[in-house]
C-alpha cells in the first residue's frame, strides 16, 4: 500500500506527490532537514529536533515554516496514517520555488517547501546489527565549514557511505588536521580505561540530538565524559568506539580501519548507554 506523505499543506500519497523543478533544495542544495525515530508509535526528542530545525533555518536566513507544535500533530498524523509502530520521519524544509534559477535568495515572502515522509522499520530498537557491532574505515573530510547546520548537502557523505560499502565494512569516519570529526551521518565516540571520548560541539560537527541525549545520560549514570578530538591510532587502541544517531540510537564499532577495537565484540559501555537510552526515550516519548 502507498504511503501517505505531506507536502506543503496536504497528506497525499507518494505516487501523487509533486514538487516543482524550480525548488532551490533541488537546484542549490538550498534547504535543511531532520529524522525523528519512532518507538511504540511515539515521537523520541521531537522537541530538540524542533529546536535544531529552527537553528538550522535560522542560520541560513530561513523561518520556521510553522509553530513546532503544528509540526507536531504533523508527525502524529503521518505516524497514524501509516501505522508507523517503529521507525522514523524524514522531514525537509527548502527555500522553496521563486519560479525560476538563480543564485540569489528569492524574495523573503516566497513560500518554503516543506516535505515530510515516514520510513518503516520493524526491529529498529532490537537491531541484530547492535549486538554484533559494525566496522568503519577512514576517510578525508572534505565537506564545506558549516556542518553544525543540517542541510541537505548530503553528496560527500553520500560518497563516504559507498566508499565503505565498496572496501567491504558499514560506515566511514570523516578525519580533518589528524583527528576525527564525524562520521558520515552519526557521532563518534571511543571509550578508553572508562572514559568516553567525543569530539567537542563546533561548527566541526553536527549537534546531535542524540548526541546530547547520551552524554547526558552518561553523566546522569556516573561515566566520565571527555569532549575532545580523537585520532583513529586512538581508536584503534580504545577499549571501545560507538556512534549514535537517531537511527541506530547507539552502536557500536568493532573494527577501524582493518584494526580491532578492543574484544572485536561490542563492549559493557557502549552496550550499557544504548540500554540507558532506549529505556528513557521510550519513557520520555510523545
Same mark, same amino acid.
Given at each position: 500500500?502507498?504511503?501517505?506523505?505531506?507536502?506543503?499543506?496536504?497528506?497525499?500519497?507518494?505516487?501523487?506527490?509533486?514538487?516543482?523543478?524550480?525548488?532551490? =533544495?533541488? @537546484?542549490?542544495? /538550498?534547504?535543511?532537514?531532520e529524522?525523528?525515530? +519512532? @518507538?511504540?508509535?511515539?515521537?523520541?526528542?521531537?522537541?530538540?529536533?524542533?529546536?535544531?530545525?529552527?537553528?538550522? @533555518?535560522?542560520?541560513?536566513?530561513?523561518? &520556521?515554516?510553522?509553530?513546532?507544535? /503544528?509540526?507536531?500533530?504533523?508527525?502524529?498524523?503521518?505516524?497514524?496514517?501509516?501505522?508507523?509502530?517503529?521507525?522514523?520521519?524524514?522531514?525537509?524544509?527548502?527555500?522553496g520555488?521563486?519560479?525560476?534559477?538563480?543564485?540569489?535568495?528569492?524574495? %523573503?515572502?516566497?513560500?518554503?517547501?516543506?516535505?515530510?515522509?515516514?520510513?518503516?522499520?520493524? =526491529?529498529?530498537?532490537?537491531?541484530?546489527?547492535?549486538?554484533?557491532?559494525?566496522?568503519?574505515?577512514?576517510? %578525508?573530510?572534505?565537506?564545506?565549514?558549516?556542518?553544525?547546520?543540517?542541510?541537505?548537502?548530503? @553528496?560527500?557523505?553520500?560518497?563516504?557511505?559507498?566508499?565503505? $560499502?565498496?572496501?567491504?565494512?558499514?560506515?566511514?569516519?570523516?578525519?580533518?588536521? =589528524?583527528?576525527?570529526?564525524?562520521?558520515?551521518?552519526?557521532?563518534?565516540?571511543?571509550? $578508553?580505561?572508562?572514559?568516553?571520548?567525543?569530539?567537542?560541539l563546533?561548527?566541526?560537527?553536527?549537534?546531535?540530538?542524540?548526541?546530547?541525549?547520551?552524554?547526558?545520560?552518561?553523566? %546522569?549514570?556516573? &561515566?566520565?565524559?571527555?569532549?575532545?578530538?580523537?585520532?583513529?591510532?586512538?581508536?584503534?587502541?580504545?577499549?571501545?568506539a560507538?556512534?549514535?544517531?537517531?537511527?541506530?540510537f547507539?552502536?557500536?564499532? +568493532?573494527?577501524?580501519? =582493518?584494526?580491532?577495537?578492543?574484544?572485536?565484540?561490542?563492549?559493557?559501555?557502549?552496550?550499557?548507554?544504548?540500554?540507558?537510552?532506549?529505556e528513557?526515550?521510550?519513557?520520555?516519548?510523545?
Amino acid at each position: 500500500m502507498s504511503r501517505i506523505v505531506y507536502v506543503n499543506g496536504d497528506y497525499v500519497p507518494e505516487d501523487e506527490a509533486k514538487v516543482s523543478i524550480f525548488d532551490r =533544495g533541488f @537546484l542549490m542544495a /538550498d534547504g535543511v532537514y531532520e529524522v525523528t525515530s +519512532v @518507538l511504540g508509535g511515539k515521537l523520541i526528542d521531537f522537541d530538540g529536533h524542533a529546536k535544531r530545525l529552527e537553528r538550522s @533555518l535560522t542560520e541560513l536566513d530561513m523561518a &520556521m515554516p510553522m509553530s513546532a507544535d /503544528d509540526l507536531l500533530a504533523i508527525h502524529r498524523e503521518l505516524v497514524a496514517k501509516n501505522g508507523i509502530d517503529e521507525g522514523m520521519i524524514y522531514l525537509q524544509v527548502t527555500r522553496g520555488a521563486p519560479g525560476d534559477r538563480d543564485f540569489a535568495f528569492p524574495p %523573503e515572502d516566497t513560500p518554503l517547501t516543506v516535505v515530510l515522509f515516514t520510513h518503516n522499520k520493524p =526491529g529498529l530498537a532490537d537491531s541484530p546489527v547492535a549486538k554484533q557491532g559494525i566496522k568503519v574505515i577512514s576517510i %578525508e573530510d572534505i565537506r564545506w565549514g558549516r556542518r553544525d547546520i543540517k542541510t541537505v548537502q548530503l @553528496l560527500y557523505p553520500s560518497m563516504g557511505k559507498m566508499m565503505a $560499502k565498496k572496501a567491504g565494512v558499514d560506515d566511514a569516519w570523516m578525519v580533518e588536521d =589528524g583527528a576525527v570529526t564525524e562520521g558520515t551521518s552519526n557521532n563518534a565516540y571511543i571509550v $578508553k580505561n572508562g572514559t568516553i571520548i567525543t569530539r567537542q560541539l563546533s561548527t566541526d560537527i553536527l549537534h546531535g540530538i542524540t548526541r546530547a541525549a547520551v552524554l547526558r545520560f552518561a553523566a %546522569e549514570a556516573q &561515566m566520565k565524559v571527555e569532549e575532545r578530538p580523537f585520532t583513529i591510532e586512538e581508536a584503534q587502541n580504545a577499549d571501545e568506539a560507538f556512534i549514535t544517531s537517531a537511527s541506530t540510537f547507539v552502536m557500536p564499532v +568493532v573494527e577501524v580501519d =582493518g584494526a580491532t577495537v578492543g574484544t572485536g565484540r561490542p563492549g559493557p559501555v557502549a552496550a550499557r548507554l544504548r540500554e540507558i537510552y532506549l529505556e528513557e526515550s521510550r519513557n520520555a516519548a510523545i
